[in-house]
C-alpha cells in the first residue's frame, strides 16, 4: 500500500469493504463488544441508517481499496443531546500507524462541526490503550472509565469516554 489516500464519503459500494474492516477488528480485539461476524447486509442496513440520519460515514482509500472508514452518529437519543456525536474509526491491519486514522478523523471533525455539533466522544475499549492514546494526542481528555459494563466473548470489558470540544484545540 503506497499511493495518495484519499478521504470521501462511503457509498453502497463500499458496504463489502467496511464490513471486512468490522468483522477483521471484530475477530481480532475487543475494540467492538460483538461476538461474531455480521452479515453485509447488517453495515448495509447501518449505512442506511447513518444517510437517513445525515450523518457522516467516511471511507479512506488507497490505490483503488479502501482500508478504513469513519463514522459520527447521536451520541445519545433525547433530544438534549444534540450538541454531542459519538464517533467510530476502524482501519484494516495493513493501514494502521500511517497517518490514515488522523486523516479520516480530521475529515469527520469537519464534518462534525458543519452540522453543528460541539462535543465529539470517543468511546474505547479499556484494553485499547493504542486507541485512547490516538485520541489522546488529537485533543480528546478522558472524562470516564467505567469498569466491566461489557462482555467480549465471556469476560469483562471495560468501557473509556474521551471527549473534544470541537471549537477547542486539535492537538
Ligand atoms: C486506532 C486507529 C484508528 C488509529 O489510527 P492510526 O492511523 O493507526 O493511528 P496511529 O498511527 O496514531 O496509531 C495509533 C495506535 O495504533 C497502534 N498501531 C499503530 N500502528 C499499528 C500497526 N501497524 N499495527 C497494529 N497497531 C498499530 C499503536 O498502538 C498506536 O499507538 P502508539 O503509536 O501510541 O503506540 C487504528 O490503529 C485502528 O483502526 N485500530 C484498530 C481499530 C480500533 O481500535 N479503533 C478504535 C476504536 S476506539
Not at 61 to 80: H, I, L, M, N, W
Not at 110 to 123: H, Y
Request: one cysteine or more; proline letters at 5%; charged letters at 25%.
Amino acid at each position: 500500500m503506497s499511493g495518495a489516500v484519499e478521504i470521501r464519503d462511503a457509498t453502497d459500494d463500499d458496504v463489502a469493504a467496511i464490513t471486512a474492516v468490522y468483522n477483521h477488528v471484530i475477530d481480532e480485539s475487543d475494540a467492538i463488544w460483538i461476538d461474531d461476524p455480521l452479515p453485509e447486509a447488517d453495515r448495509r442496513a447501518w449505512l442506511a441508517r447513518q444517510r437517513a440520519a445525515g450523518m457522516p460515514t467516511l471511507v479512506a482509500e488507497v490505490d483503488g481499496t479502501v482500508v478504513g472508514y469513519s463514522a459520527c452518529f447521536a451520541f445519545r437519543d433525547k433530544p438534549g443531546y444534540w450538541p454531542t456525536v459519538e464517533h467510530t474509526i476502524l482501519l484494516g491491519p495493513g493501514a494502521r500507524g500511517r497517518g490514515i486514522g488522523q486523516r479520516l478523523l480530521d475529515a469527520l471533525v469537519d464534518r462534525a462541526v458543519a452540522l453543528g455539533k460541539q462535543v465529539m466522544v470517543a468511546g474505547c475499549d479499556g484494553g485499547n490503550e493504542g486507541a485512547i492514546r490516538f485520541h489522546e494526542r488529537n485533543g480528546f481528555r478522558r472524562v470516564a472509565e467505567m469498569p466491566a459494563v461489557g462482555r467480549k466473548r465471556g469476560h469483562p470489558v471495560d468501557l473509556v469516554l474521551l471527549q473534544r470540544e470541537l471549537d477547542g484545540p486539535s492537538r
